[in-house]
């Protein structure tokens, strides 16, 4: 029997709202905090749940971004004169396998897809996950999880993102079983997916939470098994807000009559409008453009940037952000052409935003936001490496 066994489990979607609604584990995991989203996407909060690092400081906040020189998409523009019916290119399928042709030509290890991204503009962006983020140096220059366990000397497992989260759950379970790790971080994702599709159906969101409560029921009690002090933490990333309207940004910003490129870049997240601004003027123009949408969102102010750990000298990110009120969506955005029921990405103060902590150990009270999650599991790994000496 081991002294002590460490598990973070990570469970993509799993709100702070919905936590509550289901009583999910309630009685297992007794620690329960409310976390605060990291502002973003999962592309944003993964990084930063992996280095404790926010996008003002590792870089990523969505997939893609306005960045002309450094784009490797160039030749995408040759497929735009390809005259093939625009609806052909933008079939879920053929972007599929773009996407899978375009990640092994470029060696990229990371998680790779083309989503729905036009392109004529492709050509003009560059795309923030092109390494393995759970790797070895996968965040460089800064350290992530990976790094930290590796340095530490401990026997340790992180699940392959690239399996289904079935196989990853059996594999933590296995390694409990056989006392092989002294830390273990599981991946889980397939809730995300399921609540974009069917947030307002609990019935269906019940049947996946029940699957959780089994799988986790088992390994508290093969951890109890195998280590006097078995620790498990299931950690989420954000929750889930119901649709409830759609704008059409882009064709606002296309009738002012700007050149893409040349007057203005945009990239056209699901819940945001990222703007660059290259020629001075387009500023005032794009704002017009955008002003019957003053309902539906607005525009962030430098402190709002600042206090959602997005603000960058450089605007990498793009030189305005206009954020819609939460529920409503982007449509077309380059993530997709129709709307899903749910989606996340909307202010960290909507309650439907918050993340959750479950944990059978008590919560330090200074934990309280995904950026957080690296400094607690470091002190873990940290503890457990101590207790070797
Ligand atoms: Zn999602």
């Known amino acids: 029997m081991k002294n002590k066994i460490e598990i973070f489990l990570f469970i993509d979607a799993l709100g702070w709202e919905l936590v509550q ?8 995991l007794p620690e329960r905090k409310k976390m605060r989203m990291q502002f973003g996407y999962s592309c944003s909060a993964i990084p930063t749940i992996l280095s404790g690092k926010t996008p003002s400081e590792h870089g990523h906040l969505s997939l893609f ?5 450094h784009s490797p998409f160039k030749f995408f523009k040759l497929l735009h004169y390809i005259m093939l019916p625009r609806s052909l290119w933008n079939r879920g399928r053929v972007r599929n396998v773009l996407s899978r042709m375009v990640k092994k030509l470029y060696g990229y290890t990371g998680y790779f897809q083309l989503y729905r991204v036009p392109f004529d503009r492709i050509g003009m962006m560059d795309y923030c996950e092109k390494r393995d983020l759970f790797a070895a140096d996968g965040i460089a220059p800064f350290e992530n999880l990976y790094d930290v366990l590796k340095k530490s000397g401990l026997s340790f497992h992180i699940s392959n993102w690239r399996k289904s989260e079935g196989e990853n759950l059996a594999e933590g379970l296995r390694l409990v079983r056989e006392e092989k790790c002294d830390f273990l971080f599981l991946y889980t994702a397939a809730l995300d997916s399921l ?17 959780y409560e089994t799988k986790i029921r088992e390994l508290l009690a093969e951890g109890k098994l195998h280590a006097r002090d078995f620790r498990l933490t299931v950690i989420s990333d954000h929750g889930m807000t119901p649709l409830s309207g759609t704008v059409d940004l882009r064709k606002s910003l296309e009738q002012t009559g700007l050149k893409f490129g040349r007057d203005y870049a945009a990239c056209y997240d699901s819940t945001m409008l990222r703007v660059h601004f290259l020629k001075p003027e387009s500023e005032a123009i794009i704002k017009d453009a955008v002003l019957p949408f003053a309902n539906c969102g ?17 605007r990498l990110f793009g030189d305005a952000f206009f954020l819609l009120n939460p529920g409503i969506q982007i449509i077309p955005s380059d993530m997709g052409g129709t709307p899903l029921a749910g989606m996340h990405g ?8 918050n993340a959750a902590m479950l944990s059978n150990v008590s919560i330090p009270e200074d934990v309280n936001a995904v950026a957080d999650y690296f400094r607690l599991m470091k002190s873990r790994i940290d503890e457990l490496s101590g207790d070797m000496k």
């Open 21 to 28: 609604a289901e009583h999910f584990l309630e009685k297992e």
């Open 195 to 211: 609540e974009h599709d069917c947030v307002g159906k609990p019935e269906i969101l019940r049947e996946k939470l029940a699957f």
């Open 298 to 314: 607005h525009w962030l102010t430098e402190q709002e940037e600042r206090s959602f750990d997005i603000w960058r000298e450089d």
């Open 65 to 69: 971004r306005y960045e002309p020189k």
């Open 346 to 353: 909307f202010d960290p103060a909507d309650k439907d935003s």
